[in-house]
C-alpha cells in the first residue's frame, strides 16, 4: 500500500513539472487577438492557400500591374506602375472597405474574387459604346504604340523612346503611325486634327492649367475605359482621366486621324 502511494505522488510530480512546457507550447501557436496590431504577420502561404497568388506591401512586377489596372478601371486612384507602395496598399483597402471585406490592404483570395467579379460585370454590353471603349479588342495603332513605351522615363525636350518630355511622347507615337503633329501642346490645339465632343480610342486628350502657361499645356492618349497614357514627372504611365485633378484641368478632345 505505501508503495502505491508513492508511485502515484511521483507521477504528480512528474506531470507537475512539464505542465509549464505543454502550456507553452500551446500559447505558441494560438491565433492572434483579434485587437492585436501585429495581424498581418499571420498571413501566411499556409493559411491562405499555398497556391494561391497575394500581393503585399513592397511587392513588384506584371501581377502588381495588373492588380493596380484593375483597380483604376473601378475608379480608384493608383498609379499603374508595377510597384505595390502606400498609394497601391491604399486603394486596396478603401476597395475592401467599400465591398466590406476585412480591411489589410494585402491583395488575398477574396479581394481577387471580388475584383473578378466587377471586371466581368463591367463587360456589361448595355454600357454605352463599350466596344469602342475597350482597348483590347480595339484595332487602333495609336493606342497600341502609347502601350509600347509604356513605363519610359521622363526627359527634359525627349522624343525617343530613351526618354520623353509630355509632347515628345504624342509626337513619336503620332509619328511611328505616318502622321505629323506640332511639337507642342498649345501648337497641335491650335493647329493639328479636329475638335470632337466624345473621346475615342487614339484621340489626344489636351488639359490646361497643369503649369503656369497659356493655351493647352499637357496631353495624353486615350486608350478606352476613362484611361489616358501620358509622359509626365514620373515617366509615361497610364493614367483615370476621371480624377479630379484631370477634370478639373481638362480642355478638350481632339482626332489626329
Not at 23 to 43: M, R
Not at 48 to 55: F, K, N
Not at 169 to 186: E, L, M, P, W
Amino acid at each position: 500500500m505505501n508503495m502505491r502511494k508513492l508511485f502515484l505522488s511521483s507521477s504528480l510530480v512528474t506531470v507537475v513539472m512539464f505542465a509549464p512546457m505543454w502550456s507553452e507550447s500551446v500559447s505558441a501557436y494560438a491565433e492572434p487577438d483579434e485587437d492585436d496590431d501585429s495581424g498581418q504577420d499571420y498571413y501566411t502561404e499556409d493559411n491562405m492557400g499555398a497556391s494561391q497568388t497575394y500581393l503585399l506591401r513592397d511587392d513588384q512586377g506584371s501581377e502588381v500591374k495588373q492588380l493596380q489596372s484593375d483597380l483604376s478601371n473601378q475608379g480608384y486612384a493608383v498609379q499603374v506602375d508595377g510597384t505595390f507602395g502606400s498609394e497601391t496598399e491604399n486603394a486596396v483597402k478603401e476597395y475592401q472597405s467599400d465591398q466590406g471585406l476585412v480591411i489589410d490592404g494585402i491583395a488575398g483570395p477574396n479581394t481577387y474574387q471580388a475584383l473578378e467579379s466587377d471586371t466581368s460585370s463591367n463587360g456589361d454590353p448595355s454600357n454605352e459604346d463599350s466596344e469602342n471603349q475597350d482597348p483590347a479588342s480595339s484595332d487602333s495603332d495609336i493606342a497600341v504604340t502609347a502601350e509600347s513605351v509604356l513605363g519610359t522615363p521622363y526627359e527634359w525636350s525627349g522624343t525617343t523612346p530613351e526618354g520623353f518630355d509630355s509632347s515628345g511622347f504624342i509626337n513619336y507615337v503620332f509619328d511611328q503611325n505616318g502622321i505629323d503633329v506640332s511639337r507642342t501642346h498649345a501648337e497641335m490645339w491650335e493647329n493639328n486634327g479636329e475638335h470632337v465632343t466624345s473621346m475615342s480610342i487614339g484621340d489626344v486628350v489636351f488639359f490646361e492649367g497643369t503649369y503656369d502657361t497659356t493655351g493647352a499645356s499637357h496631353s495624353g492618349i486615350y486608350i478606352g475605359d476613362n484611361q489616358m497614357i501620358h509622359a509626365g514627372s514620373e515617366g509615361v504611365v497610364q493614367a483615370d482621366i476621371t480624377s479630379d485633378y484631370w477634370q478639373d484641368h481638362l480642355m478638350g478632345i481632339k482626332t489626329m486621324q
